[in-house]
């Protein structure tokens, strides 16, 4: 099992920024990816950032110049750069993690519990 702890969430004014770590423990995945996905009320769930274990990165075209993803190997955490940030980035923000023990191998979901993000004056 992997475990996913989500932090650094808050309220910022617009134009500010905000940084999200996620720390995931348990059993890491040989081949994984990480990445943040946010939910606001009576909106789906979006992509927002991912960050494979490749060094690959995928970015919503909304959030592309403004938030950077970025992980530390050593402990085990993904991070989420907000700058610029805007009353439409308002939302829980959810870190993920997908992982296979080798290719080909089937792949496992987590989701963290959320941190709630907002922008507003």
């Known amino acids: 099992q992997v475990q996913l702890l989500e932090s650094g969430g808050g309220s910022v004014q617009p134009g500010g920024s905000l940084r999200l770590s996620c720390a995931a423990s348990g059993s890491i995945f040989s081949l994984n990816v990480m990445g943040w996905y946010r939910q606001a009320p009576g909106k789906q769930r979006e992509l927002v950032a991912t960050?494979?274990?490749?060094?690959?990165?995928n970015y919503a075209d909304s959030v592309k110049g403004r938030f950077t993803i970025s992980r530390d190997n050593v402990k085990n955490t993904v991070y989420l750069q907000m700058n610029s940030l805007t009353p439409e980035d308002t939302a829980v923000y959810l870190c993920?993690?997908?992982?296979?023990?080798?290719?080909?191998?089937?792949?496992?979901?987590?989701w963290g519990q959320g941190t709630q993000v907002t922008v507003s004056s």
């Open positions: 993920s993690y997908s992982g296979t023990d080798y290719a080909g191998g089937k792949w496992y979901d987590y």
């Open positions: 960050l494979r274990s490749s060094g690959n990165t």
